[in-house]
């Protein structure tokens, strides 16, 4: 099992593109997601581009590294474009299939936490497929609560597959009305 010290994580990089599409990829065709195929894949300038965008609003799009390889990456998106929503995030965590089960997911939502948490979020929002029992007990652990089950939301591999929404409150959370001041960005 691979030791907490050896993986590093970090802001993603222009040059982190490929490894990451190829996680990604692997996650369509192979593992447990919300799409059916890979036709709607981003492309290498998508992905620099979802990157430029989600520096521009100063939201953390991360990368585990381990041995100079990136072993998994994830990021969060406003959850809804509203400005009443603007303390709410949405996030995504994609580990390479060779790495699952060696801590990687756990220090990638650990430091989406504290980053979005020191940023004044309020709220962190995710989506897992009800099959992904891995991610399910992750999010439990750091204290995600399921708030909803989508049923048959996905269609994949022949089958209807069920989301499960989880959520957990980040800082104050909502026992507080934000500060007066704009959010501040990370």
Not at 30 to 35: V, Y
Not at 100 to 114: A, W
Not at 151 to 171: C, E, F, K, N
């Amino acid at each position: 099992m691979e030791n907490d010290h050896k993986i590093t994580v970090r802001a993603s990089r222009d040059s982190d593109v490929d490894a990451m599409l190829a996680i990604y990829r692997r996650h369509i065709r192979r593992g447990i997601d919300e799409s059916v195929d890979d036709s709607g894949t981003p492309e290498p300038d998508d992905l620099r581009d979802r990157r430029k965008n989600l520096r521009n609003t100063r939201l953390p799009h991360l990368v585990a590294v381990s041995g100079g390889e990136v072993i998994g990456y994830a990021y969060v998106v406003q959850f809804r474009k509203r400005p009443a929503y603007r303390y709410t995030v949405k996030h995504s965590i994609y580990v390479h299939h060779q790495h699952v089960g060696r801590g990687v997911g756990r220090r990638l939502l650990e430091e989406l936490i504290d980053t979005c948490a020191a940023a004044g979020f309020r709220q962190m929002i995710g989506y897992i497929d009800s099959d992904n029992a891995a991610s399910l007990a992750l999010h439990d652990r750091f204290g995600f609560a399921r708030v909803g089950l989508l049923p048959g939301v996905a269609y994949r591999y022949g089958h209807w597959a069920d989301t499960v929404m989880v959520q957990r409150s980040l800082a104050a959370g909502a026992t507080a009305p934000p500060p007066p001041a704009p959010l501040s960005r990370l």
